[in-house]
């Protein structure tokens, strides 16, 4: 069964340091990776997604993705935390020819320390 | 409007009690989606609407849970009997295309969170 796992439940970093969040997913083709960042309280935002071409992908907020194929990986990053990134974040896949339905993974919260 | 709508925001339900939940997709939008997220969990995708078509109930966790979309636009998730595992934050999406994987995306709203006691 396909399957999304983020590793690490809980990340802290102090507040201009840079993050890595982690992100594997198990399915046989290339699916569709999304990267969603949720405040209490709120909905899903779209931090940003890959489908298809440079395997490096910009988002919103300074965030910036890389897929690894080799890896089956799509880790997030950002060079400088701020303390409003304090959130969680949801690593996603949905499958091609299928429906679009998004399987996510369980998420990591992040912290920020000032 | 300018984003996905749900109603209510919190709904607090007797265990045995049915409860209906509300979702304003953005006007327009083509599919629309249904997740449950857990406690700590990621969301779960429990349903999909393409138009008033739903062409995919596999995540529905039991004959309890229905959904409808009768006009293609407003979409109602309906508990029946709840139970207390039924607790969760249930969250709609909508998107332009058909499947959400395209350009357009998807546009989540705020969610409603269930509480059974």
């Known amino acids: 069964a396909q399957s999304v796992t983020q590793p690490d439940i809980h990340i802290t970093v102090s507040e201009g340091a840079s993050l890595e969040l982690r992100c594997n997913y198990s399915?046989?083709?290339?699916?569709?990776l999304f990267w969603y960042v949720q405040s209490p309280g709120q909905g899903l935002q779209l931090l940003l997604k890959y489908f298809s071409g440079d395997t490096l992908v910009q988002g919103i907020k300074g965030f910036e993705a890389e897929f690894k194929r080799s890896q089956s990986s799509f880790n997030l990053r950002k060079p400088s935390v701020h303390w409003s990134d304090a959130a969680e974040y949801f690593c996603a896949v949905a499958l091609s020819g299928n429906t679009g339905k998004l399987i996510f993974g369980q998420g990591t919260t992040l912290q920020v320390k000032p | 409007g300018a984003g996905v709508s749900q109603s209510p925001r919190y709904k607090v339900a007797k265990r045995g009690q049915d409860v209906a939940l509300r979702c304003d997709p953005i006007?327009?939008?083509?599919?629309l989606f249904w997740y449950q997220q857990a406690l700590g969990q990621g969301p779960e995708f429990l349903t999909y609407f393409q138009n008033e078509a739903q062409l995919d109930k596999s995540g529905l966790p039991s004959d309890r849970f229905f959904a409808e979309r009768p006009e293609g636009s407003v979409s109602t998730l309906k508990i029946q009997r709840t139970q207390q595992e039924d607790s969760a934050v249930y969250l709609c999406?909508?998107?332009?295309?058909?499947?959400?994987?395209?350009?357009?995306?998807?546009?989540f709203g705020s969610g409603t969170r269930l509480t059974v006691v």
């Open positions: 399915y046989g083709a290339t699916p569709y």
């Open positions: 999406a909508s998107s332009l295309s058909k499947t959400g994987t395209g350009d357009y995306g998807y546009t």
């Open positions: 006007s327009g939008h083509v599919s």
